[in-house]
Nanobody
Framework: VQLQASGGGLVQAGGSLRLSCAAS????????MAWFRQAPGKERVFVARISRSGDNTYYGDSVKGRFTISRDNAEKIVYLRMNSLKPEDTAVYCC?????????????WGQGTLVTVSS
């Protein structure tokens, strides 16, 4: 599967953005999907993941209650709705896919989209 992330940009603190990750291929619903982010000078960290069916989601502690991951299997897109953005959310956001809902490595990665939150 090939992944293409989009939707990043510059936003003021407290604002919102929605990121999209479009997938190619015919078996999108065979993949669990996730978002990760990497801030300048820091390691990549997990943000959120969603199961293949979309029924189950899981979030990193720093975004819980502010971000929402969702997917549209018919359109082969996964979204990340980001509300109440903070300057510390500034990072390059990447989407990833794997064949299992619960474990295994994230085998497929899209290119990143930059989110900049100004104070």
């Amino acid at each position: 599967v090939q992944l293409q992330a989009s939707g990043g940009g510059l936003v003021q603190a407290g604002g919102s953005l929605r990121l999209s990750c479009a997938a190619s291929g015919r078996t999108f619903n065979s993949y669990s999907m996730a978002w990760f982010r990497q801030a300048p000078g820091k390691e990549r960290v997990f943000v959120a993941r969603i199961s293949r069916s979309g029924d189950n989601t899981y979030y990193g502690d720093s975004v819980k209650g502010r971000f929402t991951i969702s997917r549209d299997n018919a359109e082969k897109i996964v979204y990340l709705r980001m509300n109440s953005l903070k300057p510390e959310d500034t990072a390059v956001y990447c989407c990833a896919a794997r064949g299992s809902d619960y474990d295994g490595t994230w085998d497929y990665w899209g290119q990143g989209t930059l989110v900049t939150v100004s104070s």
